[in-house]
Antibody, heavy 121, light 107 residues
Framework: QVQLVESGGGVVQPGRSLRLSCAAS????????MHWVRQAPGKGLEWVAV????????NYADSVKGRFTISRDNSKNTVYVQMNSLRVEDTAVYYC??????????????WGQGTLVTVSS | DIQMTQSPSSLSASVGERVTITCRAS??????LAWYQQKPGKVPQLLIY???TLQSGVPSRFSGSGSGTDFTLTISSLQPEDIATYYC?????????FGQGTKVEIK
């Protein structure tokens, strides 16, 4: 069965950096785009970033563009998000989600359990 | 970017009542529309995709309709376990914008 397991969350001071990881299993990782979605405490879902199946294309929400970098290692079945210049408003649970295949646009049918990032001084 | 607007933001209904949530896209998105259910403290779960296709395992009391810019999620007979926040999302292109959510409570 498909599993997505995020790690790397924690408490960090404003302006500092953090890298989240999402380890995938149960599907052909290298055939799917992968996304990061976040949810601030008590708020709705916010799409953050996507990386194509082969890593050649990346897109970001305006709120994180220039500060966050998504990447993947298909040999390790893992997707990452490097978060720099963190702000208090980046505090959220960060989820990774399985996206579209090479041949088909797909919604998020599998999500990780999420990892909490708290940006606070 | 295309904006997704849900209404209402919250609703309260009785068990057995029919519930309807709407989602409007600021531009046409064909049927690249998904609905998710998020119960308190839980991970979002896919309910419906392609505007009207029920995800495997989702009860048949849930249904979706629409295309272009106007979409609807209907719960035909609200059950206590349906207490959750529901989100629509466009997924045909990036950004994969979500609606702001609709919180459903029992009256």
């Amino acid at each position: 069965q498909v599993q997505l397991v995020e790690s790397g969350g924690g408490v960090v001071q404003p302006g500092r950096s953090l890298r989240l990881s999402c380890a995938a299993s149960g599907f052909t990782f290298s055939s799917y785009a992968m996304h990061w979605v976040r949810q601030a405490p008590g708020k709705g879902l916010e799409w953050v970033a996507v990386i194509s199946y082969d890593g050649s294309n990346k897109n970001y929400a305006d709120s994180v563009k220039g500060r966050f970098t998504i990447s993947r290692d298909n040999s390790k079945n893992t997707v990452y998000v490097q978060m720099n210049s963190l702000r208090v408003e980046d505090t959220a649970v960060y989820y990774c989600a399985k996206g579209s295949s090479v041949t088909e646009k797909r919604p998020f049918d599998h999500w990780g359990q999420g990892t909490l990032v708290t940006v606070s001084s | 970017d295309i904006q997704m607007t849900q209404s209402p933001s919250s609703l309260s209904a009785s068990v057995g009542e029919r519930v309807t949530i709407t989602c409007r896209a600021s531009q046409g998105i064909s049927t690249y529309l998904a609905w998710y259910q998020q119960k308190p403290g839980k991970v979002p779960q896919l309910l419906i995709y392609a505007a009207s296709t029920l995800q495997s395992g989702v009860p048949s009391r849930f249904s979706g309709s629409g295309s272009g810019t106007d979409f609807t999620l209907t719960i035909s007979s609200l059950q206590p376990e349906d207490i959750a926040t529901y989100y629509c999302q466009k997924y045909g292109s990036v950004p994969r914008t979500f609606g702001q959510g609709t919180k459903v409570e029992i009256k």
